[in-house]
C-alpha cells in the first residue's frame, strides 16, 4: 500500500512537471524579490497562417494553488496592456521601481491564480506578422482570439481545464469581457469546455450613449467645470455626439468650442481617470483611447502616480524581456503601455452590452460590476443606472439593499444585489483604475466575489 501511494505521488508530481510548458517558465525577474509562487510568460499562438499570437502573464497564488481558482484579467483602451498596466501597476504580484521590483501587499494572486493576457494582437508584446490585422481589429475578433487563447492556454496548463474560471479587467473590458463569456457559455452549451461561474468588471464601457453622458453631470458636480460649461453640454454637445462625430470624420465647431472649454476649465492637471489623484506630470497615458476626446490626461497602499513610467521603463529593458519569453515584433520598436500600431473599428465603441450581461445572469453566470467613485471617463452614476434597469428588464428583486460595505474600519464603498447573480458596487476614493488607487479595497471586494458573497457590511 505504501509503495503504491509512491507511485501516485510520483505520478501526480510527473504530470505537474509535464504540465509546465517547455521555455513559459519564468524562473527570476530581474530586480525580483523572492517569492514562493511560480510564474509563467509566453505566447499562445491564435492563427497559425498569418503567425498571429497572444502574450500572457501567468501568476500562481501565493498559497494552496491547486485549490483556488482562475482568473484572468484584461484592460481596456481598446489597445491597452493587461500586462504591464494590469499586473505592474495594478494588481499583480510586483510594482517596478528604479528598475527593481517590489512587492505588492494587495495583490490578487493572494486569492486567485491570476493570467494576464494582452489582446488583441499589437497590444503590448501580443503580435501579428500580418500588420493588416491591426488595420482591421474589432470586437468581435478579438473575442474569437480570446476563447483560442483560452483553447491554447488549457493546452498547456491542463491541470486548469476544470478550474473555476473568471473573467475580470476594466474599462473597455466592458466589451472584451462579456463578449468572451457569450462565446463561452455558448460552447458550452454544445461541450463543456470551461468551468465559467463568473465576471467582474470595473468602471466599464457598456452603453455608449449613457456611460458617456454621464460625464457632464460628474463634471459639474464635482466643480470641475462651471455652470455655464455644464449647461452647454447638456444642450450644445453632448459627450456621445462629440464622440460620434470624432468616429465619423470630423468634430463640429460647435462641439470644439465646448470641449475646449470644458478642458481649459478642468485645466491640464487634474487626472480625468481619477479626479482626486495627484498626478504625474510625465506619465504615459494608460487606457489611451478615443474616450479621451477633449480631454488630455497628465499623468504602496498610497498610489504611486508614476508607477506607469516605471512599468514601461522596465518592460524596455532587454534582460527583462528576455526573462519574460517576449519580443518587439514588425515595426513595433519599444513596449508602449497602449499600442500605437492598433487600428481599432471606432464604431464598436457604438455596440451595447449591457444585453449581454442579461444573457450571461440568465445562464448563472455571477455579475459584479463596480465603480471607482471618482472616475469622470465612466462614471458611477450611468453605470448604476444601466445596471439597475437591466434588473428590472430581468425582473430581479434586489436581495440585498443598497447598503455601505467596509474594509477595515472605514466604509470602503456601496453595494446593491439583485437576486443571486448580478451585483453593483462602488469603491471610495478610487478612480477608473481601481485596484491601483484603491488596493486595499479592490482585494476587500474581489475576495468576496470569488466567495460569491457581498463585501463585508460590518467594520472588520
Known amino acids: 500500500m505504501c509503495f503504491l501511494q509512491l507511485l501516485i505521488i510520483l505520478a501526480f508530481l510527473f504530470i505537474k512537471v509535464l504540465s509546465a510548458p517547455e521555455g513559459h517558465v519564468v524562473n527570476r525577474l530581474p530586480g525580483q524579490p523572492a517569492v514562493t509562487f511560480k510564474q509563467y510568460a509566453g505566447y499562445i499562438t491564435v492563427n497559425e497562417k498569418s503567425d498571429r499570437a497572444l502574450f500572457y502573464y501567468f501568476v500562481e497564488a501565493e498559497t494552496e494553488p491547486d485549490l483556488k481558482p482562475l482568473v484572468v484579467w484584461l484592460n481596456g483602451g481598446p489597445g491597452c496592456s493587461s500586462f504591464g498596466v494590469g499586473a505592474l501597476s495594478e494588481n499583480g504580484p510586483f510594482y517596478p521601481k528604479a528598475g527593481k521590483l517590489i512587492r505588492n501587499s494587495c495583490s490578487w494572486n493572494k486569492e ?5 493576457l494582452e489582446s488583441p494582437a499589437g497590444v503590448g508584446f501580443s503580435y501579428s506578422n500580418d500588420p493588416s490585422y491591426y488595420m482591421g481589429a474589432n470586437d468581435s475578433k478579438t473575442a474569437v482570439d480570446n476563447l483560442l487563447f483560452l483553447h491554447g492556454w488549457f493546452n498547456k496548463f491542463p491541470e486548469y481545464k476544470t478550474r473555476e474560471l473568471y473573467l475580470t479587467g476594466e474599462s473597455y473590458a466592458g466589451h472584451y469581457i462579456p463578449q468572451l463569456a457569450e462565446l463561452i457559455v455558448e460552447e458550452n452549451r454544445k461541450k463543456k469546455s470551461f468551468n465559467l461561474k463568473g465576471i467582474s468588471i470595473g468602471n466599464p464601457l457598456l452603453d455608449f450613449i449613457t456611460d458617456l453622458n454621464a460625464r457632464a453631470e460628474f463634471l459639474w458636480s464635482h466643480g470641475l467645470v462651471s455652470d455655464p460649461t455644464y449647461n452647454m453640454m447638456k444642450t450644445g454637445c453632448n459627450y456621445s455626439r462629440l464622440l460620434d462625430e ?15 472649454t470644458v478642458s481649459m476649465e478642468i485645466s491640464k492637471f487634474i487626472d480625468k481617470y481619477d479626479v482626486t489623484l495627484e498626478s504625474c506630470l510625465s506619465s504615459l ?4 483611447s478615443k474616450m479621451m476626446i477633449g480631454v488630455t490626461r497628465t499623468a504602496t497602499v498610497k498610489p504611486d502616480v508614476c508607477v506607469q513610467d516605471e512599468a514601461t521603463s522596465y518592460l524596455n529593458m532587454a534582460d527583462v524581456q528576455k526573462a519574460f519569453h517576449a519580443r518587439l515584433v514588425g515595426n513595433v520598436k519599444t513596449w508602449e503601455a497602449c499600442s ?16 449581454l450581461l442579461g444573457k450571461l445572469v440568465k445562464a448563472g453566470i455571477r455579475v459584479l460590476i463596480y465603480s471607482g467613485d471618482q472616475d469622470s471617463i465612466i462614471p458611477l452614476t450611468g453605470t448604476r443606472t444601466l445596471v439597475n434597469n437591466l434588473a428590472a428588464s430581468l425582473q430581479l428583486n434586489t436581495t440585498v439593499p443598497y447598503r455601505v460595505w467596509f474594509q477595515g474600519k472605514q466604509v470602503a464603498g456601496w453595494v446593491q444585489v439583485y437576486g443571486n447573480t448580478l451585483s453593483f458596487a462602488t469603491v471610495r476614493g478610487a478612480g477608473h483604475e481601481v485596484p491601483f488607487s484603491q488596493p486595499e479595497r479592490s482585494l476587500v471586494l474581489f ?9 463585508p457590511s460590518i467594520m472588520m
Not at 470624432?246 to 475646449?260: D, K, N, P, Q, W
Not at 497615458?285 to 489611451?288: G, N
Open 112 to 116: 486567485a491564480n491570476m493570467l494576464y
Open 246 to 260: 470624432a468616429f465619423r470624420g470630423g468634430v463640429s465647431s460647435t462641439c470644439e468650442h465646448i470641449y475646449l
Open 285 to 288: 497615458l494608460m487606457q489611451k
Open 340 to 355: 500605437d500600431v492598433l487600428e481599432y473599428d471606432d464604431l464598436n465603441w457604438e455596440i451595447p452590452t449591457i444585453p
Open 447 to 455: 475576495k468576496a466575489f470569488l466567495q460569491g458573497q457581498p463585501p
